[in-house]
């Protein structure tokens, strides 16, 4: 009887044993929650932007075309110089024009001799009607003969006027006051009335031509806001749009705005590419520390504390719709709401599911 009691004794032993170590290898196996730094997640009013590709164009730009066709001959001002209103620029071969001048001039010279002997025909003429020598069809004729010479010399001396004025043409002045832009002709070259000379461009406001996709087309609205901001994203200048095309530019399928730009420290050009962001409006969106989002494959992930069931928290990988930078924050469009635990470090060693112990980060 003993030895059934004493067997008894070390087989319950044995379990006990392999019990016990069956649990301290579970303890062992369970993993340990990783301590984290998390951030809270909170609502901040955002502006809905938009960046596009603009063109700053002057309201105060003259572009200088000849009146006439010639050769140039001398010019007169240096691109970068700035010139008075109606100083000479440049001076086109005139020696045409003057030979025509010079002919006209000595026509109505011919005509003046005509006129006066006209005169002094229909004054004789006149003298012998008087005394009834001639009869009065040869006084009319000769007052017909005066009336014709004296027509014709107006007409030279419109003509005269004309070709002296087209002679001032030949040399070209500056229409406003400003500063030279580029000269694409030179001495020798031969120009036409559509030849480009030069601009002159006078500092002031500037208007930034925005063409919007047919997409957002429907957005588009007198007065909203925009901002021309430099390629680091800081704002330059700040307008409203101040005018909407009704067309829609068949070729690119875009909508032309337009918004008028201060330009007080001359730091903008005329017919600079620039980027324009148009402000849509503003939102409340959630917004997460730079560092807490990881990009995987060309998707944007955070890690998310979660309570479970046994009271502790564990992680959860979620997918991101980002949306524009503000300050060290991303704005999230899609994946996280306000009031989630976003860890902000130790990111690199958590997997989807891992236990955690969440501590509050101050910034």
């Not at 006209?104 to 020598?133: C, F, I, M, T």
Request: overall charge neutral.
């Amino acid at each position: 009887m003993s030895l059934w009691i004493l067997a008894g004794i070390l087989l319950s032993a044995l379990f006990l044993t392999a019990a016990c170590s069956k649990s301290k290898e579970a303890k062992a196996a369970a993993p340990q929650a990783m301590p984290v730094k998390v951030q809270t997640a909170k609502a901040q009013k955002v502006d809905d932007t938009t960046d596009y590709v603009a063109t700053l164009k002057s309201r105060d730009s003259a572009v200088v075309m000849p009146q006439v066709e010639g050769i140039i001959t001398q010019i007169f001002v240096r691109s970068g110089e700035r010139v008075a209103s109606g100083a000479p620029m440049m001076q086109i071969d005139p020696a045409k024009q003057q030979a025509t001048v010079k002919s006209q001039e000595d026509a109505r010279a011919a005509q003046v001799a005509q006129v006066k002997w006209a005169e002094q025909n229909y004054e004789r003429v006149s003298g012998l009607a008087n005394a009834g020598v001639v009869s009065k069809q040869d006084l009319d004729q000769a007052r017909a003969t005066l009336d014709a010479a004296q027509a014709q010399l107006q007409s030279l001396g419109a003509q005269v006027r004309e070709q002296q004025v087209q002679l001032h043409y030949y040399q070209v002045v500056a229409p406003r006051a400003g500063m030279v832009g580029d000269i694409p002709v030179r001495v020798g070259d031969r120009v036409l009335t559509t030849t480009t000379l030069a601009t002159v461009d006078r500092p002031g406001s500037l208007e930034a031509y925005i063409y919007v996709p047919i997409e957002k087309s429907s957005q588009l609205k007198m007065n909203l806001p925009v901002q021309i901001v430099d390629a680091s994203g800081a704002p330059l200048a700040t307008s409203r749009i101040t005018f909407i095309s009704p067309q829609v530019d068949p070729a690119t399928q875009t909508v032309l705005a337009k918004a008028q730009i201060a330009n007080a420290n001359d730091t903008l050009r005329n017919a600079q590419f620039i980027r324009a962001r148009v402000v849509w409006g503003s939102q409340e969106k959630p917004v997460v520390p730079v560092v807490a989002v990881s990009r995987i494959g060309g998707l944007y992930f955070a890690f998310v504390a979660e309570s479970d069931q046994k009271g502790g928290y564990v992680v959860h990988q979620k997918p991101l719709q980002i949306g524009q930078i503000v300050g060290n924050d991303y704005v999230v469009l899609d994946g996280i709401k306000p009031g989630d635990k976003v860890v902000v470090t130790g990111t690199q060693f958590l997997i989807d599911g891992a236990p955690v112990v969440p501590q509050e980060s101050s910034s």
